[in-house]
């Protein structure tokens, strides 16, 4: 009797230690201290979508401190659940009549984060749309259509018979005062300018005579003129929005002007060119990086094209225009 209670004894010591054991090896769970804020966001939708109510959907995200993750995503949100948090805060405060400006701050942050990020750009259009309205502010106009535009390259470049909102047609035919006026005076001064080809090394390869000729008779008659404006003008090369395009293209690179001492030059002039390189001074672009949309080489069959801008030079009043692709013939 003894040895039977000693042996379930030792049994029973045995199994407490193996959970002991257990409990000591077993993986603990990061801790979630914005678990709650998971739980508000999601809560929020579900109760915006039910009522439309977006002050009661901003109370429930600010009460579970939202303000403070606005700078920096805390480590326990995964990357898209934080941009999801952020851009439908944004956008419930744009539904508000009160607040609605305190979104714009918001939606730049969720842009940047993530600037492929389709819908951010139409919510921001739209925000920027009611300032507009608001306060008759003609730069938050701008910005809107800036906005749109970068939308309808986004949808267009999945679907490119996408059909789009009407209000960002709209907006984006759209001129402002200052394209408008430019335009007007670009016609005015043609009839003073003739074309005459840049001297340069290789410039005979850079254009056609004829075209240009005709293009300038063309333009001087305002016969079938169509200005286009970039959708994407930035002086930054590292802009996330532009490198959501050139992110395309991985042979890209800055345009640069080599320049070389005339001695040097004499001397290099045999060697092959990247040898030759070497010894020039190189000079890279470093602002005005734009990004048009057309179709530049009239092949409907092969779609939309987009493109940096390449300059030529129409002398005479020593005007500089944007060649291709600033106007369409």
Known sequence: MKAVIF???????????????????????PPMPHAALMRAHDAAVKAFKADRDAGQAVKLLEDA??????????????????????????????????????AEPVLNRVIGMSPDRTPAYLNRGDLLMKIFGKRGDIGSKKKAKADYLMYRELV???????????RVRELAEWKTPEQAAEEEEMFRISGRIHFRAA????????????????????????????????????DDWNDPRLRTFTGRCPDLELNKVLTWEPR?????RNLPPKEREEYAQKYYASYGFRLYRADFDNNVGNGIELSFPRF??????SIMLPFFPDFAS
């Open 7 to 29: 042996k379930l004894i030792s049994l029973i010591v045995l199994v407490a230690c193996a959970s002991a054991n257990a409990a000591e090896t077993a993986p603990v769970a």
């Open 65 to 102: 401190s939202v303000k403070a993750i606005l700078d920096t995503r805390p480590e326990d949100i995964p990357d898209q659940k934080y941009v999801n948090i952020l851009n439908d805060y944004a956008f419930f405060l744009s539904e508000t009549a009160e607040r609605l400006e305190e």
């Open 156 to 166: 267009q470049a999945k679907k490119p018979d996408a059909r789009l909102p009407d």
């Open 199 to 234: 001297k340069c090394d290789g410039c005979e390869n850079l254009y056609d005579k004829k075209f240009c000729n005709e293009f300038l008779n063309d333009f001087q008659s305002r016969k079938g003129i169509e200005f286009i404006y970039p959708f994407l003008n930035t």
């Open 264 to 268: 040097i030059s004499e001397f290099t």
């Open 312 to 317: 030529f030079v129409f002398q005479g009043l």
